[in-house]
């Protein structure tokens, strides 16, 4: 883990911006000794970005689950959209 002073980031952008891309972590910098920003690679960002997403399909899941929605195996999703796929192609 990096902490570093705001002032780091113009000081010292490309090593910052380096040690985000090889290592895949964040970099925290402060300012007056406070948590103030966070640095990190685009690909670390989106990755992240994804994982919040899975979470939050996965939560809406658990909520139909506790609904008592109706479930779908794998088998009768698979059926439905070969039936989709057959409705297309007439």
């Given amino acids: 883990m990096m ?5 780091a ?10 040690y985000c891309r090889q290592h895949g972590k964040p970099v925290f910098l402060t300012k007056g000794g406070e948590g103030d920003l966070v640095v ?14 899975l979470h939050a399909k996965l ?9 008592g929605e109706k479930l779908f195996t ?5 059926a439905q959209m070969e039936e989709w796929r057959k409705d297309e192609e007439l």
């Fill in 9 to 18: 980031l113009k000081n010292d952008f490309v090593e910052i911006a380096d």
């Fill in 40 to 53: 990190m690679s685009f690909a670390r960002y989106q990755a992240q970005n994804e994982l919040i997403g």
């Fill in 59 to 67: 939560l809406e899941a658990d909520m139909q689950i506790e609904r």
């Fill in 3 to 7: 902490i570093r002073p705001t002032a």
């Fill in 74 to 78: 794998l088998d009768e999703i698979e």
